[in-house]
């Protein structure tokens, strides 16, 4: 029998409930408990697919190819288990499920309505695929009192009420603010955030209280008395030096044990927090660092780039060196005035990340071609295998090099793709097709050259499972020039048909690749290929 544990914000977003999550279910697997995380998200839009990271920050891909929530890439890091498209659900999802139902005439006779129609959708895909997991944690994105996150307040109440006794509990995150001109924290806004939970018939049993400064005694025991739940399961939450602190801190606060007793779990054994000391401990006593400059369109938003920029920090821990991070717009080098060498000169390694549109790519070409003249150490991720192809393309001769996602071009070095094989066998696109949902999505093979850097970088695999997201290839009738001018393709999709990596012998390290191996890192697994690429940073730093 899976136990449930829902999570609720109050006061006001942005509060970490994804890390808390995260946290909690990586204390609990510490234990030995199986774990599944899920998201529920109470937009409309279907997925967040289709919404500008500057909306909504990343968009994070699952094996199984769903496009998701960036807090499902938390849940994967703290805790290593692959995400599903069954994590995460949107009231669009829903909405989009029973309207489609309704048009078939699956409730002929019934009014379809919230209740029970849309909180019965909510319900089901909260309980369904509970496989063998001891806990199954549901944290609701947005903030109690929020209108559009009422349906899946009121799944939650139904399932306490509907679920055994002791098979669910409730923990709300609140924020306890200092003010400082009175010189103090200040409970009440945990006190009208609970009581609008209570007024949706949600009592919540743990409090996590989030607060800059360490919470007295006196207010803990306040906010117990005004809340009605137990002091010592009003849990502070402080700031943390880093989010791979956060487990080990809430662990101190007693955060795991108060869940387990909320349960009524008496024989829990002691969990084993080994994994995370050791990725403190690299985190925090580093032994040397490296700048590497990522060049991409999304930099004012750290979000947008939240699992390249945690795959980095764990390419650092591999090495034990702190990773700087120099965010670039890629634009300023299609300026006059944008002085390439100066900007990229101090780095000690050149990344440029996935992406989408024409704005930039110019820029983005103008770096892969500093990395590739100067020898620094150059790592293209998607969109950024794409720009070292045309740039290639274009020392190979080939001036008018593009791809067909920025106009029409007589040189399509890539191009769209409207057929390619997944396991579910052909798949096939239109053209001028959907937005949504509809690139090449999730994982897929690649197999890799034998005694290639990739295949070296891969520990000696030569077939390698890796996530896509992408609506455009590089075009394989230019493999042979782009060959010449010394690219190697090391890696093709299994029918050989798709370029997946590309790299370049005669250089220390530039490595292209179509997936997003960033998606696939964990602080205590750093992917090979980002271990490799700040290892190469290390020795450039060594060099200049
Ligand atoms: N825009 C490119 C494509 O659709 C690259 C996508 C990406 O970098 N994720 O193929």
């Not at 199954?136 to 939650?156: H, K, N, R, W, Y």
């Not at 690299?282 to 999304?298: A, C, D, F, L, Q």
């Not at 920029?309 to 299609?334: T, Y």
């Not at 890539?414 to 579910?424: F, K, P, Y």
């Amino acid at each position: 029998m899976a136990r449930y544990i829902f999570i609720t914000g109050g006061v006001v977003s942005s509060l970490g409930k994804g890390l808390m999550a995260a946290s909690l279910a990586a204390l609990l697997q510490a234990r030995g408990y199986k774990v599944r995380i899920r998201k529920f998200d109470p937009y409309l839009n279907v997925d967040p697919g289709t919404m500008s990271p500057y909306q909504h920050g990343e968009v994070y891909v699952t094996d199984d190819g769903a496009e998701t929530d960036l807090d499902l890439g938390h849940y994967e890091r703290f805790t290593g288990v692959s995400a599903h498209q069954s994590d995460n659900v949107t009231s669009g999802r829903i909405y989009q499920q029973i309207i489609t139902r309704e048009r078939r005439g699956d409730y002929l006779g019934a009014t379809v309505q919230v209740i029970p129609h849309v909180t019965d959708a909510i319900k089901q895909f909260a309980l369904a695929d509970q496989g063998d997991h001891d806990f199954i944690l549901c944290e609701i994105g947005g903030t109690v009192g929020d209108i559009e996150s009422l349906p899946f307040m009121e799944a939650i109440r139904q399932m306490r009420n509907g679920l055994e006794p002791l098979q669910t509990l409730s923990i709300h995150v609140t924020l306890v603010p200092y003010i400082a001109a009175a010189g103090e924290l200040k409970t009440k806004p945990t006190q009208h955030s609970v009581r609008e939970l209570a007024s949706l018939g949600i009592k919540p049993d743990m409090l996590l209280c989030r607060a800059e400064r360490p919470i007295p005694e006196s207010d803990r025991r306040k906010i117990a008395q005004f809340c009605n739940v137990r002091a010592e399961a009003v849990i502070p939450a402080l700031d943390a030096p880093s989010i791979y602190s956060v487990p080990l801190q809430y662990h101190g606060e007693g955060l795991d044990r108060e869940v387990l007793r909320g349960f009524g779990i008496t024989d829990a054994p002691e969990p084993d927090l080994s994994r995370w000391y050791d990725v403190v401990d690299r985190y925090s006593n580093p032994e040397g660092e490296v700048t590497i400059g990522v060049v991409g369109k999304y930099v004012g938003l750290p979000d947008a780039y939240k699992s390249l920029n945690e795959a980095l920090v764990h390419g650092g821990m591999a090495h034990r060196v702190k990773v700087n991070i120099r965010w670039i717009d890629a634009e300023v080098f299609e300026q006059d005035d944008g002085d390439i060498a100066a900007q990229l000169e101090p780095l000690h390694a050149i990344l440029v990340p996935g992406g989408f549109g024409e704005r930039g790519s110019e820029g983005k070409i103008a770096a892969v071609r500093f990395a590739r003249q100067r020898k620094v150490p150059f790592f293209g991720i998607c969109l950024g295998m794409q720009m070292a192809c045309i740039e290639g393309a274009r020392e190979a001769g080939f001036a008018a090099a593009s791809s067909t996602e920025f106009g029409a071009t007589g040189e399509p070095v890539v191009g769209i793709i409207t057929e390619w094989m997944s396991e579910a066998g052909l798949q096939k696109r239109a053209e001028d097709g959907d937005l949504g949902g509809t690139m090449r999505l999730g994982a897929y093979d690649a197999a890799l050259t034998g005694n290639s850097h990739v295949s070296r970088i891969y520990h000696g695999a030569r077939t390698i499972s890796e996530r896509h997201r992408h609506r455009y290839e590089v075009n394989s009738a230019y493999i042979e020039p782009l060959e010449k001018q010394g690219l190697v393709f090391s890696g093709m999709s299994p029918d050989g048909l798709l370029p997946e990596i590309v790299e370049r012998p005669d250089h220390p390290w530039f490595v292209g690749v179509q997936f997003h191996p960033e998606l696939k890192s964990k602080p205590f697994d750093p992917h090979p290929l980002f271990s490799g690429f700040v290892g190469a940073a290390l020795e450039q730093a060594r060099l200049v």
